[in-house]
């Protein structure tokens, strides 16, 4: 499949076995990639979408906790198991295990809730960044290398990425600090289906969201001997959110250390509605990096 949004599409559509122990048991394609790992915001979509097959319509995500187990591998598919911990009043609470050749790849617990109503207040976006359009992306970026991350990363990707105020594809530039924004979209349109948009948006937010450590450091995605993971992803969901609309990703890195370094991440619409927030702890080792 050469769309990459209809790839991402068909990733999403998950496939009910029939088989039941205790959990519910679905199967997902593995996405394919260059260096031969399934993509950690792949798995978080899909797990998620393992979990809302389980609702009620009216149990909406509000928040997901995971922890990447083992990398996964794209030549093979994954199966979902989903316990139904918990339906209250308002709320539900579900665990989805990932696997691989029976082997966890990823644990995430999620809660979803009726909507409701009640006290309202967000942090603004930040003022006076330039707009997507006014921006590279990243076909225009990397599109004239040959290489295959590249190739993939500029070509295969089914969101348009817009890094403020440049990306660390091969090189930082100015200042080293540990925050940057970036503007994204998927490629083309999306479904109207708004738990699909939630999970998009999951997917989305693995991206990116570890660069502030790398641009604070001066360590740009082709240093040589980089090796960088995610460890594990907080995600809550504040407001509904088209993804085939752009959206802002503000991101900082208040600490790394100990081959690990935090990153959190808020997400806004165009017109400045905060929509979700992030946190990811990732392992990121460096060749050298005592002189960093």
Same mark, same amino acid.
Request: hydrophobic content about 40%; proline content about 8%; charged content about 20%.
């Given at each position: ?17 029939? &088989? ?11 996405? =394919?990639?260059?260096?031969?790992? #399934?993509?950690?915001?792949?798995? /978080? ?18 928040? @997901? ?28 609470? !579900?665990?989805?295990?990932?696997? +691989? ?6 644990? @995430?617990?999620?809660?979803?809730? #009726?909507?409701?109503?009640? $006290? ?21 970026? $990397? ?28 090189? #930082?530039?100015?200042?080293? #600090?540990?925050? +940057? ?20 948006? &999951? ?11 790398? !641009?604070?450091?001066?360590?740009? =995605? ?13 995600? =809550? ?19 790394? +250390?100990?081959?690990?370094? /935090? ?6 619409? !165009? ?22």
């Amino acid at each position: 499949m050469t769309d990459p949004l209809e790839a991402l599409l068909a990733a999403l559509d998950l496939t009910d076995t029939g &088989a039941r122990t205790s959990e519910d048991i679905f199967t997902g394609p593995s996405q =394919w990639s260059p260096n031969g790992r #399934v993509f950690g915001g792949q798995v /978080l979509a899909q797990s998620l979408l393992a979990a809302v097959r389980t609702l009620a319509e009216d149990r909406i995500v509000h928040s @997901m906790h995971a922890y990447f187990l083992r990398p996964g591998d794209v030549q093979h598919p994954i199966t979902f198991s989903v316990d139904r911990i918990h339906d209250g009043r308002s709320f539900s609470t !579900r665990r989805t295990q990932a696997y +691989q050749q029976g082997l966890p790849i990823l644990s @995430m617990i999620a809660s979803f809730q #009726v909507e409701d109503v009640g $006290l309202e207040h967000a942090t603004p976006m930040p003022e006076g960044l330039p707009e997507p359009e006014s921006l590279p992306s990243a076909a225009e970026v $990397l599109g004239a290398i040959e290489h295959p991350i590249a190739r993939h990363w500029a070509l295969s990707r089914p969101f348009d990425m817009r890094h403020v105020p440049s990306p660390v594809y091969v090189r #930082v530039e100015g200042e080293r #600090v540990a925050h +940057q924004a970036v503007w994204f979209r998927t490629i083309g349109p999306m479904p109207d289906e708004p738990n699909l948009h939630r999970a998009a948006l &999951a997917y989305a937010s693995d991206y990116t969201i570890l660069e502030p450590i790398q !641009r604070r450091h001066g360590v740009p =995605w082709t240093t040589p001997g980089l090796k960088m993971a995610s460890l594990d992803h907080a995600m =809550w969901w504040h407001r509904f959110a088209r993804v085939d609309e752009w959206l802002l990703y503000v991101q900082e890195s208040p600490s790394a +250390q100990g081959g690990r370094g /935090l990153s959190q991440g808020r997400i806004y619409d !165009r017109s400045g509605l905060l929509v979700a927030s992030v946190a990811q702890e990732g392992m990121i080792r460096v060749p050298d990096a005592d002189s960093r």
